[in-house]
């Protein structure tokens, strides 16, 4: 399924002069809201499955994240060459429980990903049974943040989510991650539990 920010399929919505929304439609017929936040651009892009042949596109930006890691965590995260190999990438597009979404522009290059996973609760007796999203990696490019990407990325997963059925997405983020943090707070996500250490 793809969906696409073009000038032959979105309305803009107007209050007072000040662009707030547009509406885009899928393929499908079905709608999207998104709603316009200061700082976001509209361009054309579109957010998709990845292919075999998006694999080196994807390489490079995991490895954006991966150095953001490395430089944060040195304790936790080792500085390799390629964090993301092609075999794990082959992997999780074989994977009926995973899923890994880009965001293409207008010159097809890919200038945003994501990696989610179906998952399921452990199979103890204290704990309810039960199947969520989990968003294992979103990474916007650093020559395209702050431009409103990251949250139509979001907002996609919370509807291929919503279409599985499922009603929790989950994700963990690091706490010295403080950009990341404010970036899902300001779309509803809280704080489910804290997983605190002690250096000895």
Avoid: Q
Avoid at 48 to 75: C, G, Q, W
Avoid at 105 to 119: F, R
Wanted: include cysteine; charged fraction near 30%.
């Amino acid at each position: 399924m793809i969906f696409a920010i073009l000038k032959t399929n979105f309305d803009i919505v107007c209050s007072n002069n000040k662009l707030i929304s547009f509406i885009i439609w899928y393929e499908n017929g079905m709608f999207y809201n998104y709603n316009i936040n200061p700082g976001d651009s509209i361009m054309n892009i579109k957010i998709r499955e990845a292919l075999f042949n998006d694999y080196k596109s994807i390489s490079t930006l995991v490895k954006e994240v991966h150095s953001l890691h490395v430089k944060n965590r040195p304790d936790v995260y080792v500085d390799v060459e390629n964090p993301f190999t092609e075999e794990r990438f082959k992997e999780i597009l074989n994977d009926d429980k995973g899923k890994i979404f880009v965001v293409e522009d207008s010159n097809n290059e890919i200038i945003a990903y994501s990696i989610v996973e179906i998952m399921t609760t452990r199979n103890i007796p204290i704990l309810k049974e039960r199947k969520f999203v989990y968003i294992d990696d979103l990474c916007v490019s650093s020559n395209h943040r702050r431009k409103g990407i990251g949250r139509m990325l979001f907002k996609y997963i919370v509807d291929y989510a919503k279409k599985l059925g499922y009603d929790t997405l989950e994700l963990t983020v690091w706490e010295f991650n403080s950009d990341a943090i404010k970036f899902y707070e300001s779309l509803g996500m809280t704080t489910k539990n804290r997983r605190m250490e002690l250096k000895i």
